[in-house]
């Protein structure tokens, strides 16, 4: 029996020791697969990595994730740059992401190679369970469907709306108040007005704090639902309590969670994704959340659609973006998936401007210096004192919010990018399918852009015009954020108020300033955006504004203050009436002789070639345009000369500025401003102003700036072009108030109308009526003397008016700028620049960004300086007689200079294009001042692009003048000829296509060097529209370049497919062209004579494509064009010989002539 026991101890112990082996086998077995998986990871996550680019290596399996888990990404990402670079790569898991710090990087990148980086990654947690139906725009992968939402969602941003924003009646689904909307100023009023009304309801002035986080909440949300859905909530109490309001709140929470880069592993480490199908069993895993969060998000939005659609079916909607894109013929074929993506889009911006507020109201509460600061600006600008909640411009209050969004970087890392194509940055090649990240926390603190960049200084938007166009705060490059302006505009409202009636203070005096510090008092949250740990703050409510009532004897608002009463008598005998109209008085504060505001100034009768006086029709900057017949109606505002004017004293005290706008009289001429108005205004100044600045910048006119009727009907009718409504009833309106204009009430406004209707005529191929309309505004000008300095001056020195002066001259040179380009591109081949024959001593134009911003204009440059500035002593030192050093240096000309001595190159080829005048040695000449021109551009000037992707629009205007110069010397004189048999068949539409290169003009050299620098020239004209990736805000003068620039690329290539080894560059001229084809198809919407350019030349461009892929004789090509197009490519045999006979030079670069890459590698390589 012992036996026995034992024998069964022995078989246990066996046993047991069988299954102890075979377990720590198994175990081992799994600990090698283990570690030949981290092994062969780890050798795989090596070989991805980027050669070249430096970076941290990261652990196995998880790269760099566990570095930045508890810290803050953007910040660590910025402190490794100062140890790799502005450049380097990290890993988070496996996949080798690049990370950008720097402007300078960023512009190399995101705006030169623009076209490489429009894509986004796709996450595997956010794309295949949070959004899973759709995507958002900007979270979206670049693609058709992608563009068509992008299109739709900025032509719905741009669309005119009615022209009110008053509350009609609740909805029953959401209990929510539905508005007629008004997509611009009436939105942002009211939510800011209605802002700032709630918080004084709830802050018991300042006595305690207050959760100021749901009152912001609620002004973002409302704004992202009115412009979606024209649904907003109508008070706090309904925002708070609303059940659709906090299922938003939450669910759009938690989807910025999700689209956070750095806090899902599974995004990064495959690995971890493969229990999921396991995991998706188990009740409230992590990935069901997901998938509930995109589904809630779904309904939502659906059953706020689906209530849209039956109020549109019922004709009770209200106009929004998404019923604009149901009506909309041209997105009415978007899914709905695909308006939901815009949806998104729009609502994603309540994710970033509530922080933003809420980073504000902490920072001004532990700022008082620059709180206080800003309240005096405003109350210097009284832009304020008609309307409490006006949207007037103080430039202080708009750097204070440009520097709340650079110094706190809300967005601090924007959405990631994905390389679509290979690209070589500094001798590297970045693969296709790389992802990118912008640190926008590091860029908006480069030391090599901003000035002592850790410091809160608003003024550094004040005085640094490079810094003024980009913070980074809205993302950079091709993918921005496409409702920028109007978040933008948003903030800048909201602090504007939250300044002007409040005092914001500390929740509690021992509260300590850390809170306000973008790292300390950051929530640690890893959501996209980064919000305040500190959600409380003080209120205290500013003293009440009383307007002037006017009452006899003395107003309400002295009797209250106890201020003596005064007021100007009245000039007519009547009682004084309170003016309706608002008028800007802050220069009067600021200047005591301003003898202005009690009449108008007559210039010397000597100073001016006519008894027109500029003075009565160019007002202060305080006061509406006046024309002539409007101060004979108006006596109260005129002085009998300019000696009566000395008799007025000057201002005392600012107690009686407001008395003074009752003496102001609305001209009956002059258009009191609608909301409708104000939007096409709001469409001018955005889209076409920058291209053609001529009126006075926009500041300027917010300000209240009221303009003629015949002035404001054409711009109007400009800013149609950019808007869904029709354009012919309001082109009909300009017409009739531009013919009614008496003959002789000439003024400087008539001559801007008539010069504007010029433009936009010409640029609707109109163009008889356009130089009948130019000729008219010339005789205009010269009439009033516009052509002589003492014009401009008038203002400037007896009046204190900068602005207006600078718009005189701006006026008068555009006027040359325009008559020289329409006469360069009139297919007749005459010229008619009558404006070169004009003796003027007009002084030039200052730069762009002075005049916007309405700064004090520097003395102007005089024409003598452009003209004499090649052989200018400049940096050049010379000792004098007494052994001291000299230093001669010219300034630095204006962008706008040099369009102006662009034209003067057009003027020199106007002047060879006639054949009776054309010899060879003038040929050559101005041959040679083409090739010269840009080695004397100044180092500033050498770029057309600065650090942040904005375009100078003058200097690329002067570019392409300066190119299309050269393409029109040449070509007429090239073996690169055009049949124009066919091209005048009373088709004005082709005589701007292809009239200008119909001439035949007889060669300063060989044909074949002609069409060589015709070539060349239409390739740098083709990189610099490489730049643009839309033409909407650029010039539509720009769409004729185009259009010749692309027939030179068809005429050689029809050249180069028929040349031995040719072939290779083939690609290039069909790339060039593609480009031009899809740039003009981007202004089809805005200018339909656009859209016909691009269908006759893509219709060219295909027949010649598909004929040499056939292996058709060119003859056989040129009948094909003439039959489909109406134009024939062709060469004679002459010609023919001649390119063969150069056919081992014909395509080499000539030296010393176009080879300037130290000047701009973009334009001229």
């Not at 004709?315 to 978007?334: A, F, H, S, V, W």
Request: one cysteine or more.
């Amino acid at each position: 029996m012992a036996n026995m026991i034992r024998s069964f101890e022995e078989i246990e112990a066996s046993l047991f020791n069988i299954t102890t082996t075979g377990l720590l086998r198994y175990l081992q077995g799994i600990a090698v697969v283990i570690a030949a998986f981290a092994l062969i990871n780890e050798l795989y996550r090596w070989s991805v990595r980027i050669n070249g680019i430096p970076g941290p290596r990261g652990i196995p399996l998880v790269g760099n994730l566990r570095q930045i888990k508890n810290t803050s990404p953007p910040e660590q990402y910025r402190l490794w740059s100062l140890k790799y670079g502005p450049l380097f790569q990290i890993q988070l898991g496996n996949v080798p992401i690049l990370v950008i710090n720097t402007a300078e990087v960023a512009k190399n990148l995101l705006i030169r190679e623009s076209a490489a980086f429009n894509s986004r990654p796709l996450f595997y947690v956010f794309h295949k369970f949070v959004s899973k139906e759709i995507a958002s725009i900007g979270t979206s992968p670049w693609d058709e469907s992608c563009k068509k939402r992008r299109k739709a969602a900025a032509s719905a941003l741009n669309v005119i709306q009615v022209d009110s924003y008053a509350p009609v009646r609740i909805t029953p689904f959401f209990n929510l108040r539905v508005t007629n909307l008004f997509l611009t100023r009436q939105i942002l009023r009211l939510e800011s007005s209605e802002f700032i009304e709630e918080l004084k309801q709830a802050c018991n002035n300042g006595k305690t704090a207050i959760n100021f986080l749901p009152f912001a909440r609620r002004f973002s949300m409302n704004l992202s639902l009115t412009l979606n859905y024209g649904t907003r909530a109508s008070n706090q109490k309904n925002f708070d309590g609303n059940p659709l309001i906090n299922e938003i709140n939450a669910v759009e929470s938690e989807v910025g969670k999700y689209r956070s880069t750095s806090s899902n592993i599974k995004n990064y480490v495959p690995l971890f994704r493969l229990l999921d199908p396991l995991i998706l069993m188990l009740p409230g895993n992590s990935l069901q959340k997901a998938l509930d969060i995109g589904r809630r998000r779904l309904r939502y939005h659906a059953a706020l659609l689906d209530t849209l659609k039956s109020e549109i079916s019922n004709d009770e909607d209200k106009p929004c973006i998404q019923g604009n894109m149901l009506k909309n013929p041209e997105t009415k074929n978007l899914t709905d998936m695909e308006r939901l993506s815009v949806s998104l889009s729009i609502m994603a911006g309540a994710d970033s401007n509530t922080p933003t507020v809420a980073w504000g109201i902490t920072f001004l509460a532990h700022n008082p210096a620059i709180q206080e600061k800003a309240f005096q600006e405003i109350k210097k600008s009284r832009v304020l004192e008609s309307d409490p909640f006006g949207n007037g411009k103080v430039p202080y209050v708009d750097a204070v919010t440009k520097e709340l969004s650079r110094y706190y970087s809300i967005l601090r890392l924007a959405m990631p990018k994905e390389v679509t194509e290979p690209v070589v940055y500094n001798g590297v090649t970045i693969p296709k399918g790389t992802m990118v990240m912008l640190n926008s926390w590091a860029c908006n603190r480069d030391d090599a852009l901003f000035d002592e960049p850790f410091s809160f200084i608003p003024e550094r938007w004040l005085q640094n015009e490079d810094s003024q166009a980009h913070q980074f705060a809205f993302g950079m490059g091709s993918r921005m954020c496409v409702a920028s302006h109007l978040a933008h505009k948003a903030l800048y409202l909201a602090f504007l108020h939250l300044i002007a009636h409040f005092e914001i203070l500390p929740s509690t005096s021992s509260e300590p300033s850390s809170i306000a510090d973008p790292i300390d008092g950051a929530h640690d949250g890893a959501t996209v955006s980064t919000s305040p740990k500190n959600e409380h703050a003080r209120f205290v409510a500013r003293k009440e504004h009383l307007k002037c009532d006017a009452r006899i004897p003395i107003c309400a608002r002295c009797m209250e203050s106890g201020y003596h009463c005064s007021y100007l008598k009245s000039r007519r005998g009547g009682k004084r009436k309170y003016s309706a109209v608002t008028i800007d008085v802050s220069n009067a504060e600021e200047n005591d002789d301003d003898d202005e505001l009690h009449g108008v100034l007559t210039p010397p009768s000597g100073d001016l070639q006519t008894n027109v006086s500029p003075a009565t029709t160019l007002p202060h900057p305080g006061r509406p345009w006046i024309s002539d017949s409007d101060l004979r109606n108006n006596s109260a505002i005129v002085a009998s000369s300019p000696a009566a004017i000395t008799q007025h004293q000057p201002i005392s005290s600012p107690q009686s500025l407001p008395s003074l706008q009752v003496s102001r009289v609305l001209p009956n001429n002059a258009t009191t401003r609608s909301p409708a108005e104000d939007t096409l205004f709001e469409l001018y100044y955005e889209n076409f102003h920058r291209t053609h600045p001529i009126l006075l910048p926009k500041r300027v006119y917010d300000s209240g700036r009221q303009y003629p009727r015949y002035l404001s009907s054409v711009v109007q009718y400009i800013g149609s072009h950019y808007s869904v409504m029709s354009s012919s009833a309001l082109r009909a309106l300009a017409v009739t108030e531009l013919v009614q204009i008496s003959g002789n009430n000439h003024s400087l406004p008539v001559v801007q109308a008539k010069l504007l209707f010029a433009i936009v005529l010409y640029s609707d191929g109109d163009v008889d009526e356009a130089r009948k309309w130019l000729s008219e505004a010339i005789h205009v000008a010269v009439s009033l003397g516009m052509n002589k300095k003492s014009f401009a001056d008038f203002y400037h020195v007896q009046q204190g008016a900068e602005l207006e002066a600078e718009s005189a001259r701006r006026t008068w040179w555009e006027l040359y700028v325009l008559d020289g380009l329409i006469s360069a591109l009139d297919h007749r081949g005459v010229s008619n620049f009558s404006m070169s024959i004009i003796s003027c001593d007009v002084e030039m134009p200052c730069e762009e960004a002075i005049y916007a911003e309405g700064k004090p204009i520097p003395p102007p440059s005089s024409r003598q300086e452009l003209e004499s500035r090649i052989f200018n002593w400049e940096d050049d030192e010379e000792h004098d007689s007494d052994g001291y050093t000299s230093i001669h240096k010219s300034r630095v000309l204006s962008s706008f200079t040099y369009r102006v001595d662009a034209i003067d190159l057009l003027a020199q080829v106007l002047a060879v294009r006639d054949p009776n005048r054309a010899r060879r040695d003038k040929t050559q000449a101005v041959d040679n001042t083409l090739a010269s021109w840009a080695h004397y551009l100044p180092t500033s000037k050498a770029v057309i692009v600065n650090a942040y992707g904005e375009i100078d629009e003058m200097l690329l205007q002067a570019h392409m003048m300066v190119q299309l110069a050269v393409i029109l010397l040449h070509f007429p004189r090239s073996n690169l000829a055009l049949d124009c048999s066919s091209l005048h068949g009373g088709n004005v539409d082709i005589g701007l296509l292809y009239g200008p290169l119909s001439q035949k003009l007889p060669p300063s050299s060989t044909r074949h060097i002609h069409g060589i620098k015709a070539t060349e020239a239409s390739k740098r004209l083709s990189n610099l529209f490489s730049l643009c990736t839309s033409m909407q805000k650029h010039s539509p003068l720009f769409m004729f370049s185009l259009a010749l620039c692309g027939v030179v690329q068809l005429a050689t290539y029809c050249v180069h497919a028929r040349l031995d080894g040719g072939v290779s560059c083939l690609d290039q001229h069909r790339a060039r062209i593609r480009l031009i084809v899809g740039l003009l198809k981007s202004s089809n919407d805005t200018w339909p004579l656009s859209k016909t350019i691009q269908r006759r030349l893509r219709k060219v461009a295909a027949n010649t494509f598909h004929a040499k892929k056939s292996d058709v004789l060119h003859t056989a090509v040129a009948q094909s064009s003439s039959t489909e197009a109406g134009v024939i490519l062709q060469t004679n045999p002459q010609q023919e010989m001649m390119f063969h006979l150069g056919n081992e030079n014909v395509w080499m670069p000539i030296d010393g002539q176009y080879d300037l890459p130290e000047l701009a590698p973009w334009v001229w390589g």
